[in-house]
């Protein structure tokens, strides 16, 4: 089974740039998640989808920060502008729903630097 | 909300010996999941071990067992006969238990980075 799919591995933007993440979860899982992990610190949840619908993004910048899951299987994270503090990695996951299975698996993450 | 501390920045064992990372949490629910979740240096989370609230008998898989108390909302993870292969940041993580919607969302501590050493 593959495992969940995040392009690019790796970014430097310059600030007030924009960006745009990608992540392919696995087959079947109807459930994907954006984290956020700054250095030192456990991931943060940004936004979770249920199929192509918004569960939760309460803890999503909204003024710089937009994502989409497309039919629902692949997503896009985009910053605009980006600021200095977005530097993290930016880890996409998902599991499958409904919740008999409640493992999330995670991708490789994308390393964002703002300069 | 729930929140999940994790007071060891950084933890190291000799190889083939013991080593327990601590965990702790603060909840109003009643019946949750714990996790602990390893980060190797490729940055990929991997899933280790998970308990459930309402079960008393402490998780294990092989050489990870935990020790869990529900009443101190302590949660901790003990690695037997350490590999170099376990070195990594572990992170602790809280999941409500509840159906639907926001409550799938994971929690989580801000990690312990484990060094072993040969």
């Known amino acids: 089974e593959a495992g969940v799919a995040q392009s690019p591995r790796y970014k430097i933007i310059e600030k007030r740039q924009s960006v745009a993440f990608w992540c392919n979860p696995i087959?079947?899982?109807?459930?994907l998640y954006w984290y956020q992990q700054i250095l030192g610190q456990g991931p943060k949840l940004l936004i979770q989808?249920?199929?192509?619908?918004?569960?939760?993004d309460s803890q999503l910048p909204k003024d710089r920060f937009s994502a989409e899951r497309l039919k629902g299987v692949d997503s896009t994270l985009k910053i605009q502008p980006a600021k200095l503090e977005d530097s993290a990695v930016y880890l996409c996951?998902?599991?499958?729903?409904?919740?008999?299975?409640?493992?999330?698996?995670f991708g490789p993450g994308t390393r964002l630097t703002v300069t | 909300a729930q929140t999940v501390t994790q007071s060891q920045p950084e933890m190291s064992v000799q190889e083939a010996e013991t080593v327990t990372l601590s965990c702790t949490y603060d909840?109003?629910?009643?019946?949750?999941?714990l996790f602990w979740y390893k980060q190797p240096p490729s940055r990929q989370m991997i899933l280790v071990i998970r308990?459930?609230?309402?079960?008393?008998q402490n998780a294990t898989e092989n050489r990870f067992s935990v020790n869990f108390q529900k009443a101190a909302k302590s949660f901790s993870l003990k690695i037997s006969d350490s590999q170099l292969g376990d070195a990594a940041m572990y992170f602790c993580?809280?999941?409500?238990?509840?159906?639907?919607?926001?409550?799938?969302?994971?929690?989580f501590g801000k990690g312990t980075l484990l060094t072993v050493n040969p």
């Open positions: 909840t109003s629910e009643s019946d949750y999941y």
């Open positions: 087959s079947g899982h109807a459930t």
């Open positions: 993580a809280y999941r409500s238990a509840r159906q639907g919607g926001s409550n799938y969302k994971l929690t």
């Open positions: 308990q459930e609230a309402y079960k008393q």
């Open positions: 989808f249920q199929n192509n619908g918004v569960v939760d």
């Open positions: 996951a998902s599991s499958f729903i409904p919740a008999s299975s409640y493992e999330q698996y």
